[in-house]
């Protein structure tokens, strides 16, 4: 009886599509993604420490010429 309740769920896993290529494509498609959504923060962080930068440099301009 277990022996034939063994063979019966063995035989349903064989028969289970394997989805292992759906799911390294879907990881693959997510990493992309936050790679991009990363470096697109890395540039809009850069360009506002870029103005404010500008900013204390003229400030400090201002204040060595007065």
């Known amino acids: 009886m277990i022996g034939t ?7 349903v896993m064989k028969k289970r599509p394997q989805r292992t290529g759906a ?12 790679g991009i ?4 923060g890395l540039a809009a962080v850069r360009t506002a420490l870029d103005s404010e930068l500008q900013d204390v440099a003229a400030a400090i301009s201002n204040i060595v010429i007065s």
């Open 37 to 40: 959504g990363v470096l697109v």
């Open 23 to 34: 799911v390294t494509v879907e990881y693959l498609l997510l990493v992309t993604l936050v």
């Open 5 to 11: 309740c063994v063979s019966r769920t063995l035989k």
